[in-house]
């Protein structure tokens, strides 16, 4: 059975620090990978998407960025945080056809202070 | 690009019926999908919607239309288990994205 594993589970970092949290999937091959980043009591915002080793869209201009070094590996970065980069980042996979069924991850809290 | 509106809150007792309407713009349409997420967890998968009409899993039931760029979600014999954040969804574009509503509250009182 496929699953997805991200890290940390929560993590509190300084204005101007860098981050980087990580993203794997067992037990499929190549899946489509996603972040999205919830504020506080809102919808989730698409960041980042993958449909291969290597190939990464951006959804929004910000201060992240993300790569996919593997297959099913997923790494969400930045070099210097901004308090505004608060929130909970969940990393999904899905397959490739339209089905509209997301496999999300058990979540990152990020806390910038 | 895509939007989507759903009602921030709703409130239902237990045993009732529940409906959470989502209406959506877009660009480029394959389907409505409809996610649950409880407070501090990950969003689950509930059902999709790819064409006109009425899907049923268990207690939840799921409506599409396209013509009206309307969906919405039925939970039945609602319990206290069901208290979460429902997320409609709209995919469409490139590499199967969704884009997701910003949530309709769902408190279920005794």
């Known amino acids: ?113 | 690009g895509q939007s989507l509106e759903q009602p921030s809150e709703v409130t239902a007792v237990e045993g009732a019926i529940v409906q959470i309407n989502c209406t959506y713009q877009t660009s480029g349409f394959y389907g409505l999908s409809w996610y649950q997420q409880h407070d501090g967890g990950a969003p689950t998968f509930l059902s999709y919607n790819a064409l006109d009409g009425l899907e049923e899993t268990g207690r939840f039931s799921s409506f599409l239309s396209r013509s009206d760029s309307y969906g919405y979600l039925l939970l039945q014999e609602l319990q206290m288990k069901d208290s979460a954040s429902y997320f409609c969804a709209v995919g469409g574009g490139g590499g199967n994205k969704l884009t997701f509503g910003t949530g309709t509250q769902l408190k279920v009182e005794l």
Do not use: M
Not at chain 1, 52 to 68: F, K, Y
């Open chain 1, 1 to 113: 059975s496929q699953t997805i594993h991200q890290w940390p589970a929560t993590l509190v970092q300084p204005v101007g620090s860098p981050l980087s949290l990580e993203c794997t999937v067992e037990g499929t091959s190549n899946p489509n990978l996603y972040w999205y980043r919830q504020a506080a009591g809102r919808g989730l915002q698409l960041l980042f998407y993958s449909v291969g080793i290597g190939q990464i869209s951006s959804e929004v201009p910000q201060n992240l960025s993300a790569s996919r070094p593997q297959d099913r590996q997923f790494i969400l970065s930045s070099k210097k945080l901004l308090l505004s980069d608060s929130g909970f980042y969940l990393c999904a996979w899905g397959g490739l056809t339209h089905n509209g069924e997301l496999f999300f991850g058990e979540g990152s809290r990020l806390t910038v202070l």
